[in-house]
């Protein structure tokens, strides 16, 4: 009873929470704990867009344990690190991780200020950052994360191989964490203490993504030029990711110097695929990449056309990889033989909201589950 008082007052005379644009468009907001805070389109975040709904996002943090809840009430999707939000559903954002307002853009962070640090806490020790090198490397990102499980990485792996894309930004040791399971509120504190020294900067630049690349976990194979992660949701049987290491940040930023690492790309995947098929020759795949990209370092999906995961669950997730919404990798690597840039795709987001139909017969599907039904029988 004591300990919980004592919780309650500490959240309350010392952690508040505030979310702060990275864009710096407007000032922080405050997040009072446990009071629910609508944002979206207001004149209030400076959002205009109007894919994003007026009452969007509505944020609830909890101060004393360091996290904020976000429901999504709004039609379009909204991202944490990369990941989609689901409708109505309560998705946790903590310090460092970004959050992203709608269709990936817009991006905010909360933080906490005040620690609660009059417990005894271990000191979590935060290495120095390396100031030589201005790329965005594997080797950089290891270096930040020593808790971490290292892949196996030289240092010569990490040249850049296109340095026509520069980075945009650099990665916070903070943001790579961020991606992973919560570390303790201790070792936060730290970090954010420690944070707090370097100048303010905002390094929102797809951790979710790039922390992924770095964890073993999910990553299932690497060489110099890309590393291959299974999709954390995948939302077919089987379902990578294939990345470049340097920092693209969409299929619209390529050039014909992209062409060998988009076929490399291919090749890579279509490896994968005659893996799977050795062994179960039915399986189909294909191979492309999001006509609007959601997260901001490039991927390739090698996808299945089962479909069949539990992560699949809603009709934006069917036509992202259904529709023309889904560019198979071989049009994007015409276009940039052809015409030396990759097609302006952005009007096509309209194509997510589609009425469902099955991807093989083209039949029209009432509702989720009569498509998964419909598609675990459809031969055609
Ligand atoms: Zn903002
Ligand atoms: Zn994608
Ligand atoms: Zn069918």
Known sequence: MRILYRLLKMADDTVKCYLECCKSSHPKLPLPHNVPVIIGRTPELGITDKLCSRSQLELTSNCYKRYVLVKRLGANTSQINGIDIEKNKSSRLEEGQDLHVVNGKFPHRVYFTGCQNDTKTE?????????????????????????????????????????????????????????????????????????????????????????????????????????????????????????????????????????????????????????VKDKQPDVEFRFGYHAVASMSQMHMHVISQDFQSSSFKTKKHWNSFTTDYFVDATDIINELETGGKVKDRRTMTSLLNEPLKCHRCKKPQKNIPTLKKHIDSCQK
Not at 124 to 143: C, N, R
Request: positive net charge; proline residues 7%; hydrophobic residues 30%.
């Open 123 to 275: 000191k979590a020790v935060v290495p120095k950052l390396p100031t030589k090198s201005t790329d965005l490397t594997k080797s950089d990102l290891s270096i930040k994360q020593p808790e971490r499980k290292k892949l196996k990485v030289s240092e010569n792996k990490s040249k850049v191989l296109n340095s026509k894309i520069k980075p945009q930004e650099k990665f916070s040791s903070e943001s790579v964490y961020a991606f992973d399971s919560p570390s303790p509120m201790s070792s936060r504190c730290e970090k954010k203490a420690e944070s707090n020294k370097r100048a303010p900067t905002h390094k929102h630049w797809s951790q979710g993504l790039k922390a992924s690349m770095e964890d073993p976990e999910l990553v299932v194979k690497e060489d110099e030029q890309i590393v291959v992660i299974k999709d954390k949701y995948p939302k077919a049987k089987y379902h990578w990711l294939i990345l470049p290491k340097d920092s693209i940040s969409s299929t619209k930023n390529l050039s014909t110097d992209n062409i060998e690492l988009l076929k490399h790309i291919l090749k890579v995947g279509q490896e994968l695929a005659a893996e």
